[in-house]
């Protein structure tokens, strides 16, 4: 990694169009790289696209330098890294210089992430190294604030560090479902666990034998941390479970997603007991146990049916924030529809074939180095009516015959957006 970063170093000192090329230039290089000459209507369709992929900036944002696709291209001329032939932008030998230099930068960077971030290999490996130092920081918060609901979830992040461990070595040997099973198992003697002992607590509390929190500031902050690297890992494994197919990632992620409800949980108990209540940590105790003994049940129907041969459906496990992204996601697209019929009314078919051509088949920079094509995941086909019926329903599109076509509040919308392109920044 290390030799790469010097590399990208030695490049941009030996080239300082890489030093200060800006966004909007770089990612215009990159597409002349790959697609070859374009109009300029071609290079702000490829604009809209990557945009349209991360969210858009509102009139808020003038202050910000613009995407503005004709601005740049004046300076590219400028600066003698493109040319015009024929109302067409091509690269000059200089630009194609500069524009493979950028693209080998931004591949490295991208294989990189792939080999490390964005594979089940990597995710289990990197899900070890989180859960170890979950599990240490618990068990040792617990140990200094004497409480149960800390100590009951810090020996579940010490299971979870070996099942991590289990799902790594599994892989590695192309056991996952094997390594799955293990999660499973280790998440029910967890949960009978974590039961007993909250169990114990909650007896004791007639007796008055119930100790108050030691530290409850050191509980609150030790869980607080926890809270949001569980939420990052139930999405991380989450996302690349499906993405890849990994039922053991999946488990993971559902696991990851019942810390976050214990963290919140703990951090609770830890609130009462600075009003004088030193036994809710228990309750939440028992709680956690419920949940883990619960979730174990439903991954073993999985894991029961995985040995047997049969196909997992991923559909039913939902990321976290995926039912979000995905409704932002299909409001892109459907933007997207209303750029394509700004010039003229598409048939249905002519509509799914525009969108398989842009979307799907065309290439984007940065999103398609790192393989999120605008279009993955969608079936224009069968998706088309879900995709449609909302702009039908807001009156942003009619249809006259077979044909779709724009309407004045559609053309309205779409003219705001367009708006907002100018004033987008990547950051």
């Avoid at 696709?69 to 400028?78: D, F, N, R, S, V």
């Avoid at 790192?370 to 019926?389: I, M, R």
Wanted: glycine share 8%.
């Amino acid at each position: 990694m290390l030799d790469n970063l010097r590399a990208v170093i030695r490049r941009r000192t030996e080239n300082p169009y890489l030093e200060t090329r800006s966004d909007t230039g770089g990612f215009i290089l990159m597409t002349l790289l790959r697609e070859g000459p374009m109009s300029l209507r071609e290079l702000e369709e490829k604009s809209f696209i990557l945009i349209s992929q991360v969210g858009f900036h509102g009139s808020k944002h003038e202050k910000n330098h613009p995407f503005d696709i004709p601005l740049e291209m004046e300076t590219l001329l400028k600066e003698g890294l493109v040319t015009v032939r024929e109302e067409c932008y091509e690269l000059t030998d200089q630009g194609r210089s500069t524009a493979e230099k950028s693209a080998e930068t931004i591949e490295r960077g991208a294989q990189w992430v792939k080999a490390n971030i964005v594979n089940p290999k990597a995710a289990a490996r990197n899900t070890v190294v989180a859960d170890l130092f979950l599990a240490i920081i618990k068990l040792g918060a617990a140990l200094l604030s004497g409480s149960v609901g800390l100590l009951a979830d810090g020996a579940d992040a010490a299971v979870d560090t070996g099942s991590a461990v289990a799902v790594w070595l599994g892989m590695k040997a192309n056991r996952e479902v094997l390594s799955t099973a293990v999660i499973v198992c280790m998440m029910e003697v967890t949960g009978v666990t974590v039961g007993y002992e909250s169990v114990t607590k909650i007896m004791d509390i007639p007796r008055g034998m119930v100790q108050p929190l030691a530290r409850p500031y050191l509980v609150i902050m030790v869980e607080g941390v926890a809270l949001v690297f569980a939420a990052l890992l139930c999405f991380y494994q989450g996302f690349t479970g499906k993405r890849f197919g990994s039922l053991a990632l999946i488990s993971q992620s559902i696991d990851s997603r019942n810390h976050m409800y214990v963290a919140t949980a703990v951090i609770a108990g830890a609130v009462f007991s600075l009003v004088g209540i030193h036994f809710v940590d228990a309750l939440i105790g028992l709680y956690v146990s419920f949940k883990i003994i619960r979730d174990g049940l439903g991954l073993s129907r999985e894991v029961i049916s995985s040995f047997k041969g049969e196909p997992v459906d991923f559909s039913k496990y939902e990321v976290l924030l995926e039912r979000r992204w995905k409704a932002g996601h299909e409001d892109a697209v459907r933007t997207w529809i209303l750029y394509l019929l700004r010039d003229g009314g598409l048939t249905r078919e002519e509509l799914i074939n525009a969108l398989e051509r842009t979307l799907k088949r065309a290439y984007v920079p940065l999103v398609s180095e790192f393989g999120f094509a605008p279009g993955t995941g969608y079936d224009f086909k069968e998706q088309f009516e879900q995709l449609v019926t909302p702009l039908l329903a807001g009156d942003a599109l009619k249809v006259e015959g077979d044909t779709f076509l724009l309407t004045e509040t559609g053309s309205s919308s779409l003219k705001s957006t367009l708006k907002n392109l100018r004033f987008f920044q990547l950051d």
